[in-house]
């Protein structure tokens, strides 16, 4: 099962200050804006989703057809072929995909200790 790039979406109280505090860390603004409430920062290959006043809770974020530059990739997993090998393991979905439609499209689930995963693919 190939699940794309990886990051961590983070809600933070002041996206202003956890945007001074990333960069100290070496990370810098990939995408995203202060106006919009979110930025995704990276170094190197880490990814960081800084969201301020959009969910609750941390989320783990996997993005089927995207490397971590968000180019699309030539060969990977649908999100739909995702939720059926994740089905056929008895594994408990939050939110599924409608298996009759095509491209963009997400599922969620929860690991054993409620943490949560967006599988989120937008190609």
């Known amino acids: 099962m190939k699940l794309g790039a990886f990051s961590i979406s983070l809600s933070v109280k002041d996206l202003k200050i ?11 603004v990939f995408a ?25 809770g941390n989320i783990i974020t996997f993005n089927p057809g995207w490397d971590t530059n968000a180019n699309k990739l ?20 939050d939110k599924e995909v409608d298996e009759s439609t095509t491209g963009p499209e997400n599922l969620m689930l929860k690991d ?5 995963i967006l599988i989120d693919q937008h190609v």
């Open 18 to 28: 956890s945007q001074t505090f990333y960069e100290g860390l070496g990370f810098s």
């Open 32 to 56: 995203g804006s202060l106006e919009s409430n979110y930025l995704i920062m990276k170094n190197e290959t880490s990814l960081i989703g800084l969201f301020q006043g959009m969910f609750e």
């Open 74 to 93: 030539e060969q990977f997993d649908d999100v739909r072929s995702i939720q059926k090998q994740l089905k056929n393991q008895n594994i408990i979905l």
């Open 112 to 116: 054993p200790d409620g943490n949560l």
